[in-house]
């Protein structure tokens, strides 16, 4: 009788995957990871104008635009405590949420009709010309979301976050 022993060792692979399932278990380095990720990129937007698909923005109104303090669009000068400096990002077990705590972020993000509260009218300045208008429209500029650069960007970490805790036999890194 002839007999064939094959002998597999599994002890450096279910060692790798066992350090893989160790990351995989506590979602929170992998999703603050990607939360600086996404907040870097969403910063980014207010340079380049553009939203998450790579779409520019709405130009500003010319009169507005005239006399407009600051960089771009959706960008002051002198306002460290501006839209683009307030975005952060949260997390919670299998949760990540980027976003921002001004008030105004929604209506830029979305768009929207602004109406006077007690009054018959807004009364603003704008292009050094005093202006009495029944509503204000703003055009949504979306910063916020995921676009194709950035589900990229989600997959990179998410490779690098598991490829150091296999390398490294660690799954503290």
């Known amino acids: ?63 507005y635009a005239a006399t407009k303090r600051g960089p771009g669009i959706l960008r002051e000068s002198g306002m460290r405590g501006g839209l683009m400096a307030s975005i952060t990002f949260d997390t919670a077990p299998g949760e990540l949420r980027v976003g921002t705590n001004k008030v105004y972020g929604a209506v830029h993000q979305f768009g929207g009709t ?9 009364a603003f300045r704008i292009g050094g010309e005093f202006v009495m208008a029944r509503s204000v429209t703003l055009p949504a500029r979306p910063f916020l979301g995921i676009g194709p650069e950035d589900e990229e960007m989600i997959l990179d970490v998410t490779e690098g976050v598991i490829e150091r805790a296999l390398d490294s036999g660690s799954a503290t890194r």
């Open 1 to 63: 009788m002839t007999s064939i022993e094959v002998k597999i060792e599994t002890g450096p692979a279910a060692e790798a995957l066992e350090r893989a399932a160790q990351v995989l278990s506590d979602d929170q380095p992998l999703l603050r990871a990607i939360g600086t990720g996404l907040v870097e990129v969403t910063r980014d937007r207010f340079a380049s104008g553009t939203d998450p698909q790579g779409q520019p923005w709405a130009p500003l109104n010319p009169l």
């Open 114 to 122: 602004i109406l006077p509260k007690a009054k018959r009218a807004l």
